[in-house]
């Protein structure tokens, strides 16, 4: 796979000197939380500040995943840049990538996705928290942007494979709110349909345990349309929790 440069972000790269895996991988900044090393590598998370733009410079080394495609492993970042671009061709709201590029060394692998940091979103995780105490105005709408959220998803053939409040994020548009994905590196097609769909929906619902019944019902319905069966998902959804629950 050949270097990628997002077009709107190339000027301001180049500007900083920074349009390449070796500066990039070169620059000295503090990570923003503690490395990852549970695939025998690493990969970090630094957040990098470019005349009024915000990004996320992601570096990991021998931090690899293994499909039937790649036996031997790949970096997670490829398979996640991947999935970004996937996304945008579909018209899936989620996180852009700026950069992406990948080198072999003797022994080594290493890879640099960069994305545009969601500066004046929160994740659903944030609007959970204080739940209770919010206008019921704005319960409803986020509940309502969840849910075309997954019909977007879903709709595009695709399952994201930890569609959790911490991956979901959403910003105030108007009257409601807009909503897009981050995390998607475990995103695969929709195989088996229904199945898959509750699957995907489920760890979201047993998540948000703040939500009443109610107001999961309004998650559904604006995920299934007026016309979907919204008893039989709502009962097949909790035989799922009850199921996960018990293991």
Known sequence: MSDFIAAED???LEREGLASFEALWALQLE???EPNTERGGWSSVYRLELGGAAFYLKRQSNHLTRSLLHPFGEPTFAREFRNIQA???LGIPALQAAFFAERRFPGERR???LTRALDGWHDLE???QGWSSAP???RQTILRACGELARQLHGAGQMHGCFYPKHIFLKADGA???AQLIDLEKTRPLLFGQRDRIKDLEPLLRRASVWTEAEVRELLLSYLGAAGDLEGWWQQLGARRRHKEAH
């Open 87 to 89: 996304y945008r061709r």
């Open 126 to 128: 944030h609007w959970l």
């Open 111 to 113: 890879a640099i996705l």
């Open 31 to 33: 990570a923003v939380d």
């Open 136 to 138: 019921s105005a704005t």
């Open 10 to 12: 190339r000027a301001a």
């Open 176 to 178: 409601g709110f807009a």
